[in-house]
């Protein structure tokens, strides 16, 4: 399975997201937002924090957290750097 915010809120809370390509694309710009809008927005972060502790407690019982937070900081230098219009580099 892809992973996808949809996908792991499927698999630990048994609820399915709305992440229909309509929706995605829909005007996000013009306010104010539709009630579906809305709705996808508030469940992008809404379960950000209770998925963390679940797969945070994965990775610790794997003794894998230090390896995904290294990770995490790698990810996070190259968002900046592609912020900043730097050249695309291959880091594996």
Same mark, same amino acid.
């Given at each position: &399975?892809?992973? %996808?915010?949809?996908?792991?809120? %499927?698999?630990?809370? +048994?609820?399915?997201? &709305?992440? =229909?390509?309509?929706?995605?694309?829909?005007? /996000?710009?013009?306010?104010?937002?539709?009630?579906?809008?809305? =709705?996808?927005?508030? +469940?992008?972060?809404?379960?950000?924090?209770?998925? /963390? =502790?679940?797969?945070?407690?994965?990775?610790?019982?794997?003794? %894998?957290?230090?390896?995904?937070?290294?990770?995490?900081?790698?990810?996070?230098?190259?968002?900046?750097?592609?912020?900043?219009?730097?050249?695309?580099?291959?880091?594996?």
């Amino acid at each position: &399975d892809k992973v %996808s915010l949809k996908n792991l809120v %499927s698999k630990f809370f +048994n609820i399915c997201l &709305d992440k =229909s390509l309509d929706l995605k694309l829909s005007e /996000w710009s013009q306010l104010p937002l539709t009630e579906k809008q809305m =709705s996808y927005a508030i +469940n992008d972060v809404r379960f950000l924090h209770p998925l /963390w =502790s679940i797969l945070e407690r994965r990775l610790r019982e794997a003794d %894998s957290l230090n390896f995904a937070l290294e990770c995490f900081r790698v990810v996070g230098t190259l968002a900046k750097a592609d912020a900043l219009g730097l050249p695309k580099l291959c880091v594996y």
